[in-house]
């Protein structure tokens, strides 16, 4: 029935309108509303609603671009129209709790569970909207070879004993070399310089 996701999202926020109104939480004149990735969070992060500073202005909300089960788009709508309710500085708090709980969102709150009964009234604004229009995006991930996995491990060893250990070289650079519950010292340890010296043996 809709050409673009925007549309879709838009006329399924105003199909929602109502319930925020009868449970006395009515949801702001405008709502931003658009798909795309959080800002400076996980890539799994179903949806977003960004908040100005200035209240006066709207609210944006955006979905997560690799979910397109019309279910899930609905439901972290839902979730992301409590946050453009209430002040940000709420988060996931009691006063969301309380909202999102009367609409029948599920804990816990940073997920988008449903009761049964919200899930009824998600089918019923799913069948008036029909099927979101949008393609999942399935970002390609370029695979870490080996040896590039290698050179940021560090096996860290005892001077004086067995014990050792693996870390990252990011987190021995910025906190330093561990120490071994009996001595002091434990010296780095490439782990491809390792393999190369047992080969040479």
Not at 32 to 53: I, P
Not at 94 to 123: H, I, M, Q, V, Y
Request: glycine share 4%; aromatic share 6%; proline share 7%.
């Amino acid at each position: 029935m809709y050409n673009t996701r925007e549309e879709y999202l838009n006329t399924a926020v105003e199909l929602m309108r109502p319930w925020f109104d009868v449970c006395r939480n009515p949801l702001p004149p405008k709502v931003y509303v658009s798909v795309g990735f959080a800002h400076n969070k996980a890539m799994e992060t179903l949806g977003v609603c960004y908040k100005d500073s200035n209240i006066d202005k709207p609210s944006h909300v955006f979905i997560n671009p690799m979910v397109n089960d019309d279910h899930q788009v609905l439901s972290t709508l839902l979730h992301e129209l409590c946050h453009a309710v209430l002040p940000p500085e709420v988060q996931h708090g009691n006063e969301f709790a309380e909202l999102a709980g009367s609409l029948g969102l599920t804990a816990p709150w940073r997920s988008t569970g449903t009761s049964d009964a919200l899930l009824e009234r998600l089918k019923e604004v799913s069948n008036k909207l029909g099927k979101y229009p949008h393609q999942q995006l399935v970002p390609y991930v370029k695979p870490k070879k080996e040896g590039e996995r290698k050179k940021n491990i560090l096996k860290v060893k005892c001077s004086e004993c067995e014990f050792e250990v693996r870390m990252a070289r990011k987190m021995l650079e910025t906190k330093g070399a561990p120490i071994c519950p009996d001595h002091s010292s434990m010296t780095p340890i490439l782990e491809e310089e390792e393999e190369e010296g047992e080969s040479e043996e």
